[in-house]
């Protein structure tokens, strides 16, 4: 288990940035990557999952899957901090043993409940990933994210910038945070992905 501590800033528009255009986040950068994310959430029909706050995703990079569970946490002006157990596996099938060291150990031991779970909703996007290091040894992850969540015939933009503390410290990250949000057309986020395709499922429901 690792404690995930990112902030979360909003594009506003639908134009996709050019972060290259920004030399001071150009020097900071150590490292550069692109990666395209497809990543599935699972729950029950009646989300009992996420009235517990816990979610549970399969993802997809390449050739590679991640099996990861996530709990709530803390969000407060954009920042996301939450305990968070991610493991590569071998395939798409969940592994799960390695479920039982999370909270959904319950709902793993508990056949009924389990064979509940379905696929609700999935996000597809392309991922821009920038390594930085910043003052006092901090390294951030920035992640610039465009594409959509998708449940059912339902479909919402997903277009956001994260950065996670690698290491080092949490005012730093909140700084850049702050330069970034003054030099482009961004807000402080406060909703997840899952919390956006939860949104779609419900509205799929009623539709």
Known sequence: MSLEQEMKLAVDGESKLNLSELDWLAAMTCEQKQLHLRTEYFDTPQMKLKQQGIA?????????WLQ?????????NGLHQREEWEHPIMNSEFDLPLLRQTPLAPMVDDSGSWKQLQRLFYTEFDRDI???EA?????????????????GNNHALIHEVELELRHGSLDVLQAVAERLKSA???SYNNRSKAEIGYQLYQQQKID
């Open 184 to 186: 482009l057309q961004l």
């Open 130 to 132: 920038y390594l930085l």
């Open 56 to 64: 549970l995703r399969m993802r997809q990079i390449d050739d590679q």
């Open 68 to 76: 990861t569970v996530k709990t709530s946490g803390k969000v407060q």
């Open 135 to 151: 003052s006092q040894d901090t390294q951030i992850e920035l992640a610039y994210d465009f594409g959509e969540a998708v449940s």
